[in-house]
T-cell receptor
């Protein structure tokens, strides 16, 4: 059972527009949700996170929204830049599973100039 | 603030040998997790240490072990290396900032087993 799902394998947007990356989860025990950016053959780069007790967190061009009732979160990137092109992973941590982040399969974002 | 550092960055070993990888977390972070990254399997959780104690372990054989020191630096050891152990090994340092959790990955150690 995949507890964290990113149903869109890819997303293409125009430079300057908004990118919206989605993530769904099933485990109601998750207490933090994290977003990462990743390039091939490299480790993930932490972008932003949100606590399960909040519904929004913002950091510069990145905003994460959490809808606990729908078990859904999204990452908004505004404005999108060509350098944002990468694979984006959402991950979740469970306090009963110390130190382990459960990752989604990733969404490949392409930002076209 | 310095990021997560891992040494060595690259390593070539032969089957049957053992290897020790090192990770220095971000200053102030006490939690260090280790992951194995392969093209086919993605990120696989190995184990997590907090204040010198292993709190969690993934589904890897006993050949994979680790430890954490009092300064939060962590080492991972793989004994009796197999070809399938070739991978990028990542450590992640976790803490809290701005009311939320942060988890930063190091650049990884790329291990090739011949």
């Amino acid at each position: 059972d995949q507890q964290v799902k990113q149903n869109s394998p890819s997303l293409s947007v125009q430079e300057g527009r908004i990118s919206i990356l989605n993530c769904d989860y099933t485990n109601s025990m998750f207490d933090y949700f994290l977003w990462y950016k990743k390039y091939p053959a490299e480790g993930p780069t932490f972008l932003i996170s949100i606590s399960s007790i909040k519904d929004k967190n913002e950091d510069g061009r990145f905003t994460v929204f959490l809808n606990k009732s729908a078990k859904h979160l999204s990452l908004h990137i505004v404005p999108s830049q060509p350098g944002d092109s990468a694979v984006y992973f959402c991950a979740a941590s469970d306090p009963t599973n110390a130190g382990k982040s459960t990752f989604g399969d990733g969404t490949t974002l392409t930002v076209k100039p | 603030k310095a990021g997560v550092t891992q040494t060595p960055r690259y390593l070539i070993k032969t089957r049957g040998q053992q290897v020790t990888l090192s990770c220095s977390p971000i200053s102030g972070h006490r939690s260090v997790s280790w992951y194995q990254q392969t093209p086919g399997q993605g990120l696989q959780f190995l184990f997590e240490y907090f204040s010198e104690t292993q709190r969690n372990k993934g589904n890897f054989p006993g050949r994979f072990s680790g430890r954490q020191f009092s300064n939060s630096r962590s080492e991972m050891n793989v004994s009796t290396l197999e070809l399938g152990d070739s991978a990028l090994y990542l450590c992640a340092s976790s803490g809290f900032a701005g009311g939320s959790k942060t988890q930063y990955f190091g650049p990884g150690t790329r291990l090739l087993v011949l």
